[in-house]
């Protein structure tokens, strides 16, 4: 899907559509979780106007996710509140040694079954970016859901009225994993952001074979002539305006039609390492590079700011510490 280049003021308008929970680490630590709250959270800290479309549980859990995100300056005019089904938790389980996650994701919660809000259709015209994820189309309630979405998109695109700018976080976690759903994603997307691994299982799948890993004179091709390669046949592919490859300490490229970026992360202190987890870094790169973009800043900018930020959440427990001021100026 194509849309139009949106110009913004200096508050971008970002709806993210998906998860919202608690993760909950060994020893009892709780913490807002599920990447579009995570990412709607780290939006608003960085100026934007954020909304969240979900829903929660009816219970106390439920009350204190809508409480937290009226407190931090996100819209839940979009989440409701089940009757049936309890707010969504996730067990986090964290490597002692390096701080990367795993995760246990309870199914069957809220955010499972997303109820369609009669207010959408006309606030798409109001938003410069509309941000969704895999893991909540795990069902076919929300599958459903975001194809009419999807539908009302193309025909505003077909009319040549504003749309906002699709953004996917692939997000892939196992026994979650849908390819055909995940194409349908990327057909829909104008933007993608993966990790590392992802990255790699996604080429596997929608490339398959197609990117050759020598030049003409066949010599085979360093690891960035590759990936640049693979970038270019995905966006081809799936009509993509950018994507992004996290990559943990080692930062993130940012691949545009016109170009590449590297930005490395800012080197953390061991004790850093020590006192902070991953959880939640990905979500704060991705919202960082959507305020950057929309707000004007160039490519590098947006790139180099993004890995500050994504390094700051991985120095902090939890998904969504506040930042601090620095970062909240933006680049």
């Given at each position: 899907?194509?849309?139009?280049?949106?110009?913004?003021?200096?508050?971008?308008?970002?709806?993210?559509?998906?998860?919202?929970?608690?993760?909950?680490?060994?020893?009892?630590?709780?913490?807002?979780?599920?990447?579009?709250?995570?990412l709607?959270?780290?939006?608003?800290?960085?100026?934007?106007?954020?909304?969240?479309?979900s829903?929660?549980?009816?219970?106390?859990?439920?009350?204190?996710?809508?409480?937290?995100?009226?407190s931090?300056?996100?819209?839940?005019?979009?989440?409701?509140?089940?009757?049936?089904?309890?707010?969504?938790?996730?067990?986090?389980?964290?490597?002692?040694?390096?701080?990367?996650?795993?995760?246990?994701?309870?199914?069957?919660?809220?955010?499972?079954?997303?109820?369609?809000?009669?207010?959408?259709?006309?606030?798409?015209?109001?938003?410069?970016?509309?941000?969704?994820?895999?893991?909540?189309?795990?069902?076919?309630?929300?599958?459903?859901?975001?194809?009419?979405?999807?539908?009302?998109?193309?025909?505003?695109?077909e009319?040549?009225?504003r749309?906002?700018?699709?953004?996917?976080?692939m997000?892939?976690?196992?026994?979650?994993?849908?390819?055909?759903?995940?194409?349908?994603?990327?057909?829909?997307?104008?933007?993608?952001?993966?990790?590392?691994?992802?990255?790699?299982?996604?080429?596997?799948?929608?490339?398959?074979?197609?990117?050759?890993?020598?030049?003409?004179?066949?010599?085979?091709?360093?690891?960035?002539?590759?990936?640049?390669?693979?970038?270019?046949?995905?966006?081809?592919?799936?009509?993509?305006?950018?994507?992004?490859?996290?990559k943990?300490?080692?930062g993130?490229?940012?691949?545009?039609?016109?170009?590449?970026?590297?930005?490395?992360?800012?080197?953390?202190?061991?004790?850093?390492?020590?006192?902070?987890?991953?959880?939640?870094?990905?979500?704060?790169?991705?919202?960082?590079?959507?305020?950057?973009?929309?707000?004007?800043?160039?490519?590098?900018?947006?790139?180099?700011?993004?890995a500050?930020?994504?390094?700051?959440?991985?120095?902090?427990?939890?998904?969504?510490?506040?930042?601090?001021?620095?970062?909240?100026?933006?680049?």
């Open positions: 899907m194509t849309h139009d280049q949106n110009e913004t003021a200096t508050q971008p308008r970002i709806l993210s559509i998906g998860e919202a929970l608690f993760d909950e680490l060994e020893g009892g630590e709780r913490h807002l979780g599920g990447a579009p709250l995570n709607a959270l780290h939006a608003a800290q960085l100026g934007a106007e954020a909304a969240l479309w829903a929660v549980g009816r219970d106390e859990l439920g009350e204190e996710l809508l409480a937290a995100l009226s931090r300056g996100v819209s839940a005019e979009l989440v409701t509140q089940h009757r049936a089904r309890e707010t969504g938790r996730v067990m986090v389980r964290l490597d002692a040694e390096t701080g990367e996650a795993s995760y246990q994701i309870k199914e069957g919660v809220a955010w499972d079954e997303l109820e369609w809000p009669e207010q959408l259709p006309a606030r798409l015209a109001e938003l410069d970016a509309l941000c969704f994820g895999s893991l909540c189309l795990r069902g076919a309630h929300n599958l459903s859901t975001l194809k009419a979405l999807w539908l009302q998109l193309e025909r505003r695109v009319r040549k009225e749309a906002p700018l699709c953004f996917f976080d997000n892939l976690r196992p026994p979650f994993v849908d390819w055909p759903c995940i194409e349908e994603c990327l057909e829909a997307a104008d933007a993608l952001k993966v990790n590392r691994e992802e990255w790699s299982a996604l080429c596997q799948r929608a490339l398959r074979g197609a990117v050759d890993s020598e030049d003409r004179e066949g010599r085979a091709l360093s690891e960035a002539q590759l990936e640049r390669a693979q970038a270019r046949a995905m966006m081809a592919r799936f009509n993509l305006r950018w994507l992004v490859i996290t943990g300490a080692e993130l490229t940012l691949h545009h039609r016109e170009g590449v970026e590297q930005a490395r992360e800012p080197a953390l202190e061991p004790e850093q390492l020590k006192a902070g987890d991953s959880v939640g870094a990905g979500d704060a790169t991705s919202a960082a590079l959507l305020v950057s973009l929309l707000n004007g800043a160039s490519w590098a900018e947006s790139a180099q700011f993004a500050r930020c994504g390094a700051f959440v991985v120095s902090q427990r939890g998904a969504t510490p506040a930042f601090p001021e620095e970062l909240r100026r933006g680049p």
